[in-house]
């Protein structure tokens, strides 16, 4: 038999994951058309608004917004973004690869001498340039909608009295 805490932990796990994916298909398909636009010669400066960061953030806003009334709503953002962030960089590191492997000359190809230390610096180091404002900015979501939604119920009970 389960115990209730090993089925709220499977929930979480879930729940996390359920919500992670989507945004790892919006991750595996980004880093590759970021490339492609570096590739065909638009300044960085326009690139850089298409970026993983921003699509975390977006994300952790989003997830905020969904998870503001759930019991463990921090335990599922943090979770969400640990599932996210690490598998969202990996490409970064591929392309890295391809880059490197052809002298294709893109912003991708600096700072690493191989695979491994570029897999390493994208999926541990990426991963918290993501993890540390996403989960600020998810928690910060959650408390300005708990609030909110606090607000409305008081206003509610006001008038209904």
Same mark, same amino acid.
């Given at each position: 038999?389960?115990?209730?805490?090993? +089925?709220?932990?499977?929930?979480?796990?879930?729940? *996390?994951?359920?919500?992670?994916?989507?945004?790892?298909?919006?991750?595996? +398909?980004?880093?590759?058309?970021?490339?492609?636009?570096?590739?065909?010669?638009?300044?960085?400066?326009?690139?850089?608004?298409?970026? $993983?960061?921003?699509?975390?953030?977006?994300?952790?806003?989003?997830?905020?917004?969904?998870?503001?009334?759930?019991?463990?709503?921090?335990?599922? !953002?943090?979770?969400?973004?640990? !599932?996210?962030?690490?598998?969202?960089?990996?490409?970064? *590191?591929?392309?890295?690869?391809?880059? #490197?492997?052809?002298?294709?000359?893109? #912003?991708?190809?600096? #700072?690493?001498? /191989?695979?491994?230390?570029?897999?390493?610096?994208? =999926? =541990?180091?990426?991963?918290?340039?993501?993890?540390?404002?996403?989960?600020? $900015?998810?928690?910060?979501?959650?408390?300005?909608?708990?609030?909110?939604?606090?607000?409305?119920?008081?206003?509610?009970?006001? #008038? /209904?009295?």
């Amino acid at each position: 038999m389960e115990t209730k805490i090993n +089925i709220k932990q499977k929930t979480t796990f879930r729940r *996390a994951l359920r919500l992670a994916k989507t945004a790892i298909l919006f991750a595996l +398909i980004l880093t590759p058309i970021r490339f492609s636009l570096e590739l065909i010669g638009l300044p960085e400066r326009i690139i850089f608004i298409i970026g $993983l960061l921003w699509l975390t953030l977006a994300f952790a806003i989003y997830w905020g917004i969904k998870l503001y009334n759930e019991e463990n709503a921090l335990g599922v !953002l943090l979770l969400s973004l640990l !599932l996210f962030s690490p598998i969202s960089r990996f490409p970064v *590191a591929v392309i890295w690869w391809i880059d #490197h492997k052809w002298e294709i000359g893109t #912003h991708y190809s600096l #700072h690493f001498d /191989n695979f491994a230390q570029a897999a390493f610096q994208q =999926v =541990v180091y990426g991963s918290l340039i993501q993890l540390i404002p996403g989960f600020l $900015l998810g928690t910060i979501t959650i408390a300005i909608m708990r609030k909110k939604n606090n607000g409305i119920k008081k206003m509610n009970t006001i #008038h /209904n009295e």
